[in-house]
């Protein structure tokens, strides 16, 4: 039961990142664009202690912000090893 939390859990929240970055590199190509909710402020709040890290490393590269692509291939290349090792641990 716990080993079907944790691997729901991963997945969600993979999932969830996914989508606040995805909103977020959406949000960016309209600066003056606000989402009801605060679901705009959320998605920068979640997004942020991960993007910033990546995007202080990451030299400038013309001007665009290559850190989002960077953080969504990491999920996506670490979610099947994350899930793999909680299927091996049962």
Known sequence: MFFAFLTAFIDAVANALTAAILVRVVLSWFPGARLPFGIGE???????????????????????????????????????????L?????
Not at 86 to 90: D, K, L, S, Y
């Open 42 to 84: 959320f998605t920068w709040s979640v997004s942020e202690p991960i993007l910033a890290p990546i995007r202080r490393a990451l030299p400038i590269a013309g001007g665009l912000d290559f850190s989002p692509f960077i953080v969504l291939i990491a999920i996506r290349i670490l979610e099947p090893i994350l899930l793999q």
């Open 86 to 90: 909680v299927a091996q641990a049962r």
